[in-house]
């Protein structure tokens, strides 16, 4: 063997060890979402490019194992537990309340980076929107603040419904809250409420349901986890029953439903994979201040208007951030 041959096995093999040990200390990021991974897929992508903006690429510099409940709040406690286990170096939870509150529930230590829809401060998740404290912070995607708005928007769009069906997930934290909020603009706007709780597969259809019996003729799908991974069939469902329809995110009016209005959701994952990225780097969850969507968007498809033999008012097509034709 050549002595410049024999330098080199050696010194892969004297580099072996270290290149192990390299490799075994890839940081690994535990990515837990009451969500689904399918219906999910963008918004994911939208969290490791905010990763990839703190120059963290996964199968490069980091690794992420992923849980998906799928709608499924039960399941995610030992989900929870099983990534805290495994001492992953931050938990990210996605899909609201339910993931962030199993998280906090199953570490104190490993940092935590959420989103939620409604108040962290007010469920426990954090001391303060300025001063996170303890092991947790995230975005505050307000999903559930525009429930009112929501309301508003459908009854300018029909503004002779006699009757608004309100689907409502029991489950979820803020279900209580949203019903309080839209029972009171209910009463400003002189609108009839029909609200039914919907909290799993077979109750979607119960709903239906009720709102068939009471006559409802719109619909209003509160903001809920659930929900969106359900979105195809409760798009499907109002209008195989001809229910003018609001919603909460994009995806929906994307997916055939009437109309939409919330928060960018892609905006806020690319944040929460920022603070996640800033975290590996050193930061501490009690300094990053919670941040709170400011981006909504109204998004109207005509063809789903057309479906259903109405016309759009032209100020609110006007106003209007996405016309989907």
């Known amino acids: 063997m050549k002595r410049r041959e024999f330098l080199g096995i050696a010194s892969w093999l004297l580099s072996w060890p270290y290149a192990a040990r390299a490799q075994s200390q890839v940081p690994v990021i535990g990515y837990l979402s009451a969500r689904s991974q399918g219906e999910t ?58 993931s962030a509150l199993a998280a906090k529930a199953a570490t104190s230590t490993i940092p935590i980076v959420f989103t939620v829809g409604g108040d962290p401060v007010k469920i426990g998740l954090v001391e303060s929107l300025n001063r996170p404290g303890g092991n947790a912070t995230g975005v505050n995607l307000l999903t559930t603040a525009p429930e009112s708005k929501r309301l508003g928007l459908l009854h300018e769009l029909v503004p002779d419904t006699k009757i608004v069906g309100v689907m409502i997930d029991p489950n979820y934290q803020e279900a209580q809250a ?51 991974t359900r979105r195809e069939r409760i798009v499907a469902m109002a209008a195989e029953r001809r229910l003018p329809a609001v919603y909460q995110f994009r995806e929906y009016a994307a997916a055939g439903g009437l109309m939409s209005y919330g928060v960018s959701l892609a905006e806020g994952y690319r944040q929460v994979g920022i603070y996640t990225g800033q975290i590996l780097r050193g930061a501490k969850p009690a300094d990053l201040p919670i941040v709170q969507s400011i981006r909504f968007e109204f998004v109207i498809n005509l063809k789903a208007a057309k479906k259903l033999g109405l016309e759009i008012p032209a100020m609110l097509l006007a106003r209007a951030d996405e016309v989907i034709e």
């Open 41 to 98: 897929s963008a918004l994911a992508d939208a969290f490791r490019k905010g990763l990839g903006e703190e120059r963290f690429i996964e199968g490069q510099n980091v690794a992420i194992e992923y849980r998906w409940a799928e709608g499924q709040y039960d399941r995610l406690p030992e989900m929870a537990a099983d990534l805290a286990s495994r001492r992953v170096a931050v938990i990210v939870t996605t899909g609201g309340e339910p």
């Open 178 to 228: 949203q019903a309080r909020e839209l029972r009171e603009a209910a009463a400003t706007l002189g609108q009839k409420l029909v609200i039914a709780d919907a909290g799993n597969d077979k109750n979607l259809g119960s709903a239906f349901d009720t709102f068939s019996r009471e006559h409802a003729d719109a619909l209003l799908v509160a903001a809920a986890p659930f929900f969106d």
